[in-house]
């Protein structure tokens, strides 16, 4: 007869928490599993990902089928049952008393070594490569994925990598730095920019722009949202482009200019 400690109903409530500890314990691979992970570019998040993706993922061990014993070894008779596979509770002054699943040998009488193939884990972990398609409109964000191939669920993280001079706001709406010479944003005029897709596009500077400001191109940014088509703003952060080396003609044009008070 096994005897609790003096807090009695803090043992019972232990046992029956270890209980199913070790049931959903059997065969499961751990909870919050990350299996792989999606580095995207900018284009990638306008248009989506397809793609080839190195994966890991847990499974129940074939060898002991999440039993987590070798059983192809002989056992030992269980020590703290006698071998019966079941353990008697009872309070110190005996009023209370159940029957209850040993703890040592979880009721198979005898107690086994441990599996060799997954060190008593239950299950084992594994890799591959497997194609996954990661919709556009995620910056960050972890997917789960059907794959056909392995037939279940995968949980990918996403992110993208975004350029040192890019930087996204709430809406779908990016800001990106660029630099022009400083004659064009006192005169104005026309200047060859490259939107997110990489296409070159023309923009319009107004005469006397202030560096630091911006110019907005409409739905030209990345989409509000993984489910819808619409897309937000794309805003060129404009700064004066400074040349390390001018020649001679420029330098004594800037000297002009100086005279002038600009």
């Known amino acids: 007869t096994f005897v609790p400690p003096p807090d009695f109903m803090s043992y019972v409530q232990q046992h029956f928490q270890d209980m199913f500890a070790q049931q959903n314990h059997m065969g499961q691979h751990p909870g919050n599993e990350i299996n792989g992970e999606v580095k995207q570019t900018v284009r990638d998040l306008l248009n989506g990902f397809k ?3 190195d994966v890991s993922y847990t499974e129940a061990c074939n060898s002991c089928v999440g039993q987590r014993i070798d059983t192809t070894k002989p056992g030992e008779k269980c020590t703290a049952c006698n071998g019966t596979g079941s353990q008697t509770a009872k309070n110190q002054n005996g009023f209370f ?4 699943t040993c703890q040592q040998c979880q009721g198979r009488r005898s107690v086994f070594p441990p599996c060799p193939d997954c060190k008593a884990e239950g299950f084992v972990k ?3 490569k497997v194609n996954v398609s990661i919709p556009k409109g995620i910056v960050e964000r972890i997917v789960r994925i059907g794959s056909k191939e392995l037939k279940r669920n995968l949980f990918i993280h996403v992110s993208t990598e975004i350029p040192n001079d890019m930087e996204l706001d709430e809406g779908g709406n990016v800001r990106k730095t660029i630099h022009i010479p400083f004659s064009k944003l006192c005169l104005g005029g026309k200047q060859k920019v ?3 897709e990489n296409k ?3 923009m ?5 722009f202030k560096s630091g400001n911006s110019v907005r191109l409409q739905g030209k940014g990345i989409p509000k949202d993984p489910r819808s088509e619409e897309r937000g703003d794309l805003f060129f952060v404009i700064l ?3 040349p390390k080396n001018i020649s001679q003609e420029q330098q004594k044009l800037l000297e002009q200019l100086e005279k002038t008070g600009l």
């Not at 319009?204 to 006397?208: E, Q």
């Open 51 to 53: 793609g080839e993706v």
């Open 200 to 202: 070159e596009l023309t």
């Open 194 to 196: 490259k939107d997110l």
């Open 204 to 208: 319009k500077v107004p005469k006397g």
């Open 97 to 100: 008393s159940f029957s209850m």
């Open 126 to 128: 594994k890799q591959t």
């Open 240 to 242: 004066p482009e400074v």
